[in-house]
């Protein structure tokens, strides 16, 4: 009898301790309570609604943050200097995948969220990963290994000055062939209304002017893989942006980025630009803009049929020299979990996961105002139909985008014809190859 209950007594024990550690391992938003993790990012409405929100994510895990907020530019910089060195003082940063994933990834700089994803004691159960779009994913997967989590969706939009338009009885532009001939005639009807802007500095020009190649039935390769801004259509589209940053831009134009086209936009000096989704939130902070502004996808091209958007997203990485990843882990699934990108789409930052695009929250606030409507279709076709290359095909992308916004700079600047600065730039581009 007394072994009996020994024996029974025993297995009690050893049942109970097995379930022990099951319960332990069950996830707990408070398991790295105490911490502080190093965030840094780029200048971007969604770093600018997470230093408000970010008090949140202390409240609910306990874990302490440290954020640094830097202008792109900047930001690469610092971003160069700390993985190069292998510092751990940085646990969190931003990523845009689609433009040096391949070469982060192939530095070792990116730890690999799979492992983390996989572990129940560290990832929520509804996380849902599969809720993130598709294309987005896919720029941050490497064979098995998942390096970042989509932050936003975004690609450059066609803004236009309705009223503008109305005053100088133009029509809305239905083809891409129709915004030199729209810029055309608001300079002939108003000598001191701006018509267009655009970005101009060579790097960061590519992500707007690929809408004009794509869409005037050009690409940026050949059929077989090789350099192709050399091809008419591309030509055609290449000319198209430079063309109309030359005879219809502001003074400086080779100088600017978005920051440059927004405020010109905002102000009321420009009628017409291609500039990101993602601007939409500053844009609209101007007075007048929410009730005069228009926005759309590109228009297609009238001969080629052809709508090709340009749709990319800003991710969040762990840095594979971090010390403290389980808490930057815990970052990472409450700064892109559904509650929170509900909230930070009042900050005008497009929503990367469908349930929350898709949610009656979004096509509440969306229905509040046209212009707003008018944004959320637009995202919502650069969505289904949107690329995320805008460089011929190499891993050296940066290098690449630089030598074709060199091309555009070269016929502004009246140095080449657009075919002579097709070519020069396709024999560069080969090299990248």
């Given at each position: 009898?007394?072994?009996?209950?020994?024996?029974?007594?025993?297995?009690?024990?050893?049942?109970?301790?097995a379930?022990?550690?099951?319960?332990?391992?069950?996830?707990?938003?408070?398991?790295?309570?105490?911490?502080?993790?190093n965030?840094?990012?780029?200048?971007?409405p969604?770093?600018?609604a997470?230093?408000?929100?970010?008090a949140?994510?202390?409240?609910?895990?306990?874990i302490?943050?440290?954020?640094?907020?830097f202008?792109?530019?900047?930001?690469?910089?610092?971003?160069?200097?700390?993985?190069q060195?292998?510092?751990?003082d940085?646990?969190?940063?931003m990523?845009?995948?689609?433009?040096?994933?391949?070469?982060?990834?192939?530095?070792g700089?990116y730890?690999?969220?799979?492992?983390?994803?996989?572990?129940?004691?560290?990832?929520?159960?509804?996380?849902?990963?599969?809720?993130?779009?598709?294309?987005?994913?896919n720029?941050?997967?490497?064979?098995?290994?998942?390096?970042?989590?989509?932050?936003?969706?975004?690609?450059?939009?066609?803004?236009?000055?309705k009223?503008?338009?109305?005053?100088?009885k133009?029509?809305?532009p239905?083809y891409?062939?129709?915004?030199?001939?729209?810029?055309?005639?608001?300079?002939s009807?108003d000598?001191?209304q701006?018509?267009?802007?655009?970005?101009?500095i060579?790097g960061?020009?590519?992500?707007?002017?690929?809408?004009?190649?794509?869409?005037?039935?050009?690409?940026?390769?050949?059929?077989?893989?090789?350099?192709?801004?050399?091809?008419?259509?591309?030509i055609?589209?290449?000319?198209?942006?430079?063309?109309?940053?030359?005879?219809?831009?502001?003074?400086?134009?080779?100088?600017?980025?978005?920051?440059?086209?927004?405020?010109?936009l905002?102000?009321?000096?420009?009628?017409?630009?291609?500039?990101?989704?993602?601007?939409?939130a500053?844009?609209?902070?101007?007075?007048?803009?929410?009730?005069?502004l228009?926005?759309?996808?590109?228009?297609?091209?009238?001969?080629s049929g052809?709508?090709?958007?340009?749709?990319?997203?800003?991710?969040?990485?762990?840095?594979a020299n971090?010390?403290?990843?389980?808490?930057?882990?815990?970052?990472?699934?409450?700064?892109?979990?559904?509650?929170?990108?509900?909230?930070?789409?009042?900050?005008?930052?497009?929503p990367?996961?469908?349930?929350?695009?898709?949610?009656?929250?979004?096509?509440?606030?969306?229905?509040?105002?046209?212009?707003?409507?008018?944004?959320?279709?637009?995202?919502?076709?650069?969505?289904?139909?949107?690329?995320?290359?805008?460089?011929?095909?190499?891993?050296?992308?940066?290098?690449?985008?630089?030598?074709?916004?060199?091309?555009?700079?070269?016929i502004?600047?009246?140095?080449?014809?657009?075919?002579?600065?097709?070519?020069a730039?396709?024999?560069?581009?080969?090299?990248?190859?």
């Amino acid at each position: 009898m007394i072994r009996r209950s020994f024996i029974a007594g025993v297995t009690m024990m050893a049942a109970a301790l097995a379930f022990a550690p099951a319960t332990a391992q069950e996830f707990d938003w408070r398991s790295q309570d105490g911490q502080t993790i190093n965030l840094m990012f780029n200048n971007h409405p969604w770093s600018q609604a997470m230093r408000d929100m970010v008090a949140d994510f202390t409240a609910k895990t306990g874990i302490k943050t440290r954020m640094e907020i830097f202008n792109e530019e900047q930001f690469r910089a610092r971003l160069t200097t700390l993985m190069q060195g292998r510092s751990s003082d940085m646990d969190v940063f931003m990523s845009l995948t689609s433009r040096e994933g391949a070469v982060f990834n192939q530095a070792g700089w990116y730890a690999d969220l799979a492992p983390m994803m996989a572990d129940k004691a560290l990832t929520r159960p509804d996380f849902n990963y599969e809720d993130f779009s598709a294309s987005i994913r896919n720029a941050s997967t490497f064979g098995k290994q998942v390096v970042a989590l989509p932050i936003n969706q975004e690609g450059p939009l066609f803004y236009w000055r309705k009223d503008i338009f109305e005053r100088c009885k133009i029509d809305e532009p239905k083809y891409l062939e129709d915004i030199p001939a729209a810029a055309a005639a608001i300079k002939s009807c108003d000598a001191n209304q701006g018509a267009w802007a655009a970005r101009g500095i060579r790097g960061v020009t590519p992500y707007a002017l690929a809408g004009f190649i794509y869409n005037s039935g050009g690409s940026f390769a050949t059929p077989d893989g090789k350099p192709g801004l050399s091809q008419p259509n591309s030509i055609k589209g290449l000319a198209m942006y430079a063309n109309l940053l030359k005879d219809y831009g502001p003074p400086g134009a080779l100088n600017h980025t978005f920051t440059q086209v927004v405020e010109l936009l905002g102000q009321g000096r420009v009628a017409m630009t291609h500039e990101s989704s993602n601007e939409f939130a500053n844009i609209m902070r101007f007075p007048g803009r929410a009730n005069d502004l228009g926005v759309k996808v590109l228009p297609p091209g009238r001969e080629s049929g052809i709508s090709k958007p340009v749709a990319i997203g800003w991710t969040v990485a762990i840095s594979a020299n971090s010390k403290r990843q389980p808490a930057a882990w815990l970052f990472l699934q409450w700064a892109t979990s559904p509650e929170v990108q509900a909230k930070l789409v009042q900050a005008g930052v497009a929503p990367p996961r469908a349930s929350v695009f898709g949610g009656e929250a979004f096509k509440a606030w969306a229905a509040e105002m046209p212009v707003r409507k008018a944004w959320a279709d637009a995202l919502i076709e650069i969505g289904r139909t949107g690329t995320g290359v805008y460089q011929t095909p190499t891993d050296r992308v940066p290098e690449a985008r630089d030598i074709i916004g060199g091309a555009m700079q070269q016929i502004v600047l009246g140095k080449a014809t657009p075919q002579q600065a097709a070519a020069a730039a396709d024999a560069e581009l080969a090299k990248l190859q």
